[in-house]
């Protein structure tokens, strides 16, 4: 199985920087997703990362360390629509599956005025 | 891009009723898809994997008989919620895999499952 450990909640004011960090553990590691999900909806895909290193996508930055089992999301110049549950998944390949993909409980980033 | 349609949105029917949620790749061949059950407030719980023309793979403590896969085409998954109870009331979403892109996870827009 997996273990994806995260922060439950984090609040930060407009314009701030905010670091979600996530750990795990697996098997058969196959690349590690974040998205944004706000309260009734579907996920939305943020950044994903197969490599060390970082990933930068506008106000949005993704890192991973393999050999720690680490990663965060940096999200630069908040914005009140910033406010939303922020889902660490990673992705494993199994004897019985081409890339499952496991969720981390979520972090609910507040965002204030 | 890829695009995976889920109906129904919503639905509510009575204890003891079945229920059958759909999600189809519009554009893309999903040969694996995957089902995910989210409670409120809580993250998405994997329920089952799905290959195109074989059996379910479920996860530990979901009843397979309860909860009903079938991925006949590589287009066309349904979950069908057997017997529905209200503590099956929750926010269903399938999520598909597409061979081509190598993070390819999309998404369906869920289905909010009342049971009353």
């Known amino acids: 199985g997996q273990n994806i450990d995260q922060p439950t909640e984090m609040t930060a004011t407009e314009g701030a920087i905010v670091q979600i960090n996530c750990t795990y553990q697996t098997s058969g590691f196959n690349g590690l997703f974040w998205y944004q999900q706000h309260a009734g909806e579907a996920p939305t895909f943020l950044s994903y990362n197969v490599l060390d290193g970082l990933e930068e996508k506008g106000r949005f930055s993704s890192f991973l360390s393999r050999s720690k089992g680490y990663s965060y999301l940096l999200l630069k110049e908040l914005q009140m629509k910033d406010s939303a549950s922020y889902l660490c998944a990673v992705s494993a390949m199994t004897t019985d599956s081409w890339g499952k993909l496991q969720f981390g409980a979520g972090t609910q980033v507040v965002v204030t005025p | 891009g890829a695009v995976v349609s889920q109906h129904p949105s919503w639905v509510i029917c009575k204890s003891g009723t079945s229920v059958k949620i759909e999600c189809r790749s519009l554009?893309?061949?999903?040969?694996?898809m995957f089902w995910y059950r989210q409670f409120p407030k809580q993250s998405l719980m994997l329920m089952a994997t799905s290959n195109e023309g074989s059996k379910a793979t479920y996860e530990q403590g979901v009843e397979k008989d309860k909860f009903l896969i079938n991925h006949a085409s590589l287009t066309l998954s349904t979950l069908t919620v057997t017997s529905a109870h209200p503590e099956d009331s929750s926010f269903y979403i399938c999520?598909?895999?597409?061979?081509?892109?190598?993070?390819?996870?999309?998404f369906g827009s869920g289905t909010r499952l009342t049971v009353v």
């Open positions: 554009d893309f061949q999903a040969t694996t």
């Open positions: 999520s598909a895999r597409d061979r081509k892109n190598n993070y390819g996870y999309t």
